[in-house]
């Protein structure tokens, strides 16, 4: 898989060197910990404009379905207790 143009190189200066603590999005240190919930936050709105992008064009491409989850959920709504 290619390479995201979004990583950032740790303090020595090599961009592979922080692959070990992508995985987490921690790296352990205190002093990092507020950017690395920002880079969490960023990556988290950037999953979910993606995942909202792809159910809207799926749902251009098929509008039959759509439609049937769009009743599904409205059912689902008038059926639900308060």
Do not use: N, Y
């Not at 143009?5 to 002093?31: E, K």
């Not at 404009?49 to 749902?59: K, Q």
């Amino acid at each position: 898989m290619s390479e995201r143009p979004d990583r950032i190189p740790d303090a020595s200066g090599d961009p592979g060197a922080s692959h070990g603590s992508d995985a987490t999005g921690t790296t352990g240190t205190s002093a990092s910990e507020p950017q690395s919930d920002a880079e969490r936050r960023r990556r988290r709105a950037r999953f979910l404009r993606e995942l909202a992008e792809a159910r809207e064009l799926r749902d251009r491409v098929q509008p039959r379905r759509a439609k049937a989850a769009r009743l599904r959920h409205a059912m689902r709504m008038r059926t639900f207790r308060w």
